[in-house]
């Protein structure tokens, strides 16, 4: 059985192009889902694919950044694929883990997507230091009345209580209550 499986990061972008492809490529069970690739965690689609796959069967994927975003991610999904004797394929890319030349390019594709993520987020990190030294960037909005939760607090009521009330966690009323410094 052919098995494809389509992933984008948000859930305002479309899975058709990906779908299509994977269709055109022979696929008779697609599944699909919206989560972001940097881990496979929380993507019970994929988990139930990995799960339900069986030997002589295929997983076919339109590019490796749609498995995983880390080389230890693709790695273990490449891993426990060829221990159930399933082949990998891309549509997009010259990947065919039934053969050596295509195993070779995929290692090679995974090492510089995980790259790719790296340098992402190294940028995003340098643009938010470069805000903070300007004065732009301030962080999250505080979302939590500090004054509300002492006021609460010297009125006698405990941290459930007021976490319970103010709709917040009793580790931000702790927080808040400790630390007077916080406005």
Excluded: W
């Excluded at 008779?28 to 889902?33: G, V």
């Excluded at 997983?59 to 082949?87: M, P």
């Excluded at 891309?90 to 995980?114: H, N, R, W, Y």
């Excluded at 999250?140 to 405990?158: T, Y």
């Amino acid at each position: 059985m052919i098995y494809g499986y389509a992933r984008v990061s948000t859930t305002d972008q479309d899975l058709t192009i990906q779908e299509e492809a994977l269709t055109a490529a022979g696929c008779e069970l697609i599944r699909t889902e919206k989560a972001s690739g940097t881990s496979v965690q929380g993507r019970d689609e994929l988990q139930n694919l990995l799960d339900f796959i069986r030997e002589g069967d295929e997983l076919v994927v339109t590019r490796v950044d749609r498995l995983a975003r880390s080389v230890r991610d693709l790695q273990n999904i490449v891993y426990d694929l060829t221990q159930k004797g399933v082949a990998l394929k891309a549509t997009e890319q010259p990947i065919d883990t039934s053969t050596s030349v295509g195993k070779c390019f995929l290692d090679m594709l995974s090492v510089f997507s995980e790259f790719e993520t790296n340098l992402r987020k190294e940028r995003q990190m340098e643009g938010i230091a470069k805000a903070k030294e300007k004065g732009v960037y301030k962080g999250r909005k505080v979302s939590i009345d500090a004054d509300k939760v002492r006021e609460l607090n010297s009125g006698g009521m405990g941290a459930t209580a007021i976490a319970k009330e103010l709709g917040i966690g009793r580790a931000s009323v702790y927080r808040v209550l400790n630390d007077h410094t916080v406005k």
